[in-house]
């Protein structure tokens, strides 16, 4: 039978090509990890690692970062190299073998997991692990090495969307009167109340070590609601979790870029892409949290 379709490529043009993918997942995740490790957070991971082991020279509940990949296990030697030339401190790999590697996720014991497939981010967070997609910010600012600083949104981040579908669907004012008619009535939790709670622990620590002062985490609620129309809720919600924050904005609908650039946040959490987009511009490494009806208005744009 003959015709004019393309040749079944020949086993050397198969293995060229499987190369080629090989490199392009490689270029794309070196990015990804350079940028997230080696040039932002790293030293300030590094220095609450260093503060807690000298606090607590016996307890390992400190920072770390696993690899997951879906690469083949060929690829290992490759990886620890580029590792060690980079100076990173990851240890631990997944290699899945072009399996998806979120199975993986919860025997790894991951409190977050970050990448830039939102695939693989949206699994992640349907499989109950707090999860968003990274995306770089468009130019170079000084942070902090000495204290990690991570800000949050509030609802479809550490809050359900509930309140959010009053404002999708009914329109503000009504968003205004339930929420202050439900004012101490606690949100039920969105998909990254787990990972300030796990923040949260590590502040302890060096609190219970009369550190408070000098705790090098520091956390920030960035959320578009109003402080004297809702975000009493907001308050007391966390105060019923009994978590604390260490600093709560509220800015009534105001831009959260110019905000970012005062807190200087390592990473900043969003379900709404015009916020991420909004914190790329102006210098802030930003991760989209696919949760939520704001995804819905999202595709549909």
């Excluded at 290992?76 to 997944?94: A, D, K, Q």
Aim: glycine share 6%; aromatic share 8%; hydrophobic share 40%.
């Amino acid at each position: 039978m003959s015709g004019s379709g393309p040749e079944t490529p020949q086993p050397s043009d198969a293995a060229e090509i499987r190369l080629q993918e090989a490199e392009q997942d490689w270029a794309a995740a070196k990015a990804f990890y350079d940028n997230l490790v080696s040039k932002r957070p790293r030293p300030a991971l590094e220095h609450v690692n260093a503060r807690l082991l000298e606090l607590y020279p016996d307890d390992e509940e400190r920072f770390d970062i696993v690899l997951m990949t879906n690469n083949h296990a060929q690829v290992g030697v490759r990886l620890i190299n580029s590792i060690n030339h980079y100076g990173l401190t990851i240890e631990r790999f997944c290699m899945t073998g072009g399996k998806s590697p979120i199975g993986y996720l919860t025997a790894y014991l991951t409190n977050l997991y970050l990448s830039a497939d939102s695939e693989k981010v949206q699994e992640a967070i349907e499989a109950g692990i707090a999860s968003a997609t990274m995306f770089t910010a468009n130019k170079d600012v000084a942070y902090s090495d000495t204290q990690l600083r991570v800000a949050f949104d509030g609802d479809a981040v550490l809050f359900s969307d509930e309140s959010e579908q009053i404002v999708k669907e009914q329109g503000l004012d009504r968003f205004f009167e339930h929420e202050q008619l439900n004012e101490n009535k606690p949100l039920a939790q969105g998909p990254l109340k787990g990972f300030l709670e796990d923040l949260g622990k590590l502040q302890k620590k060096f609190y219970a070590k009369n550190e408070r002062l000098n705790c090098p985490i520091r956390t920030f609620l960035v959320t578009a609601r109003s402080a004297a129309s809702s975000g009493a809720r907001v308050l007391k919600t966390l105060r019923s979790w009994g978590l604390e924050i260490d600093e709560a904005l509220f800015l009534a609908g105001a831009p959260k870029g110019p905000i970012l650039v005062k807190i200087r946040p390592h990473i900043f959490f969003d379900d709404q892409m015009f916020h991420i987009e909004g914190a790329q511009k102006l210098g802030t490494i930003a991760a989209h949290v696919p949760y939520g009806i704001a995804q819905k208005y999202h595709k549909s744009a």
